[in-house]
């Protein structure tokens, strides 16, 4: 009798948790998933330059192995993915380890260091945009009164992508910074008491102790930088849109304009799942990393 | 002894040579960009730069002159408001399920938005939201801001959720206590705090958002964001306005941020690290 009663409580109960869990289900397949099937079928499509639509089969598919630009933005993305990285990860440590050393930061500092990656990326691409105006900018003004030559940055083809990972890596360095500041305060101390009692120099502590207990919260880094990384768009729509010519034309900012600038829809949604399965390819490749480098 | 001192002393000095070096570089920009938008024109874009100048308000009152700015604001802060709320509502009832039942991938079901192109959704959205005449709407920007929103609110508010012993549950549940009563009168006064660092990170990372907006809003419905493109102008030098647009813009997200700074870092890595 009592059994049948804790039954019937725990299937109202479990109805009740659907039911808290239902708008968010629902909100999320209607407004992703759906979408998603529907980008599935888009690709499949072909749109006239009068806005008709007929099947086109494997058509974007075949047309984006043969499509110059499309292999021309991987390349981008791909540069500019591992510039920005890597850049990001040896500064995000780095800082992450003088914050550490800093003991008593006083909070006003720590919203200083966050200040970067609250800001909109938009706002911070209006403002490197000013900065690093080849004729006006302080940028150039500061390279010159060291006596070095001046730089076009943005508007130059060859330098527009180490410029952008630059304006990017001032924004999220921080960030890296304080998600490897989280995995230092975590340490174990008593690591560091041993490797102080065989007297290890401060280097080959870092090298051989603090790093590979790190490892895991930097992958970590890595697969949240990834992820933004690798859909590129903000700051390289509102400084360069993609110019000079096609130089910082990555996958993303050419999906986004074969799609609403050119109203290729058929062949953006083709493009965009493209870039999709890499962003999931890379977060997969990197979650087996940390489960390798794991202690 | 007074060796080991003095290298620790040595230590201790290149590292707050390394803080400020860090603090300058990180701060410099943002302190550029707002002297900039107090400089008198013909400042702005002297060259060789001005440090000393007289500080004018010129600029933003240009902006608002010259531009629908206020406009453009009261846009940004309808959706962004309005798409935090939509979050809340969605998620925290779905954090609380989660949490509970341990059955998880409702919540990450969300995540998807997280790491799809937001191109990927915003070709569909547009191709459905023309079909049914909503493109410049409202409605269509404060639904797609949820899909930032609410991976946020839910994702912040789970370790929360899971710090509430178990048996603060049990207890109201002897008493008869239904599953929707206890979440709202027992839990989520016990998790506030996580509420309203989750209500900011939702709001700021909305503010934040530029792409859905540059397709679904029209001129009526522009946010500042997918305006900032009528700040910069043709090829004109009217950099004083232009980052009196951008201070302005960047100015409510580093306010909130600044709030809630020490409750951020475990927010902002949807819990992949504990702050």
């Known amino acids: 009798m009592s059994d049948t009663a804790a039954t019937l409580t725990q299937d109202r109960q479990k109805l009740e948790m659907a039911a ?72 995000g440590v780095w800082l992450a380890l003088v ?29 490197w945009l000013v900065i690093l105006d080849p004729s006006l900018g302080a940028a150039n003004y500061i390279l010159q009164s060291f006596g070095l030559p001046p730089s076009d940055w943005l508007a130059s083809p060859s330098l527009v992508i180490p410029t952008v990972a630059l ?14 500041l989280g995995g230092l305060q975590s340490l174990p101390p008593s690591v560091y008491e041993a490797a102080q009692i065989d007297g290890a120099s401060p280097f080959r502590t870092f090298q051989r102790i603090t790093l590979p207990l790190l490892l895991p919260t930097i992958v970590t880094a890595a697969i949240l930088r990834s992820v933004d990384l690798l859909r590129f ?15 910082s034309n990555t996958l993303n900012i050419y999906g986004f304009r074969v799609g609403f600038e050119f109203f290729n829809i058929g062949y953006a949604s083709a493009l965009m799942l493209t870039l999709t399965a890499i962003v999931f390819g890379a977060v997969l490749a990197f979650n087996r990393l940390r489960g390798a480098v794991a202690w | 002894m007074t060796d080991a001192a003095t290298t620790d002393h040595w230590i201790r000095r290149l590292n707050l040579v390394q803080l400020v070096l860090a603090g300058v570089l990180i701060m410099a920009p943002t302190v550029w960009m707002v002297l900039s938008s107090f400089k008198p024109s013909f400042e702005v874009t002297a060259y060789p730069p001005t440090l000393i100048f007289t500080p004018t308000l010129d600029n933003y009152v240009e902006l608002t002159k010259t531009t629908p700015f206020l406009s453009y604001a009261l846009n940004s802060l309808i959706v962004t408001v309005g798409s935090t709320a939509l979050g809340l509502l969605f998620g925290i009832p ?64 789970l370790p929360s959720f899971d710090g509430i012993p178990r048996s603060v549950f049990e207890a109201a549940q002897v008493d008869g206590c239904s599953v929707t009563r206890i979440l709202w009168r ?72 600044a709030l809630v700074q020490r409750w951020l870092v475990s927010g902002l890595t949807l819990g992949a690290v504990k702050g």
């Open chain 1, 233 to 247: 768009f903000d700051i390289i729509y509102i400084t360069t849109q993609g110019g000079p010519g096609n130089a």
């Open chain 2, 94 to 157: 779905a954090a609380f399920a989660v949490s509970w039942t341990r059955i998880s991938w409702p919540a990450i079901l969300t995540l998807a938005a997280r790491m799809a192109p937001g191109t990927l959704f915003l070709l569909p959205w547009y191709v459905m939201f023309r079909q049914v005449g909503m493109i410049g709407s409202y409605t269509a920007l404060i639904l797609s801001h949820a899909v930032i929103t609410l991976p946020i609110v839910i994702w912040v508010l």
């Open chain 1, 20 to 91: 808290l869990s239902a708008p968010a289900v629902i909100f999320t397949v209607a407004m992703i998933a759906f979408p998603v099937v529907y980008t599935i079928w888009l690709g499949f499509q072909h749109f006239s330059s009068t806005g008709k639509q007929s099947f086109a089969g494997l058509a974007n598919y075949s047309k984006l192995i043969s499509d110059y630009e499309f292999w021309h933005g991987l390349w981008v993305t791909i540069a500019l993915y591992v510039l920005s990285l890597v850049l990001q990860l040896v500064f």
């Open chain 2, 186 to 257: 027992i839990a989520l006064p016990l998790v506030a705090s996580g509420v309203a660092v989750s209500a900011i990170l939702a709001f700021v990372f909305s503010w934040n958002y530029f792409l859905f907006a540059l397709v679904l809003s029209n001129g009526d419905t522009k946010t500042l964001i997918a305006a900032a493109f009528n700040f910069i102008g043709e090829g004109s030098t009217q950099w004083g306005a232009l980052m009196a647009a951008a201070t302005l813009i960047a100015l409510p997200p580093l306010v909130l941020a």
């Open chain 1, 99 to 127: 914050l550490f050393h800093a003991k008593r930061l006083p909070g006003i500092v720590r919203s200083l260091f966050i200040s970067p990656f609250m800001m909109p990326p938009v706002v911070a691409g209006m403002m």
């Open chain 1, 167 to 180: 304006i990017d890596s001032w924004q999220w360095t921080p960030y890296v910074a304080l998600i490897v």
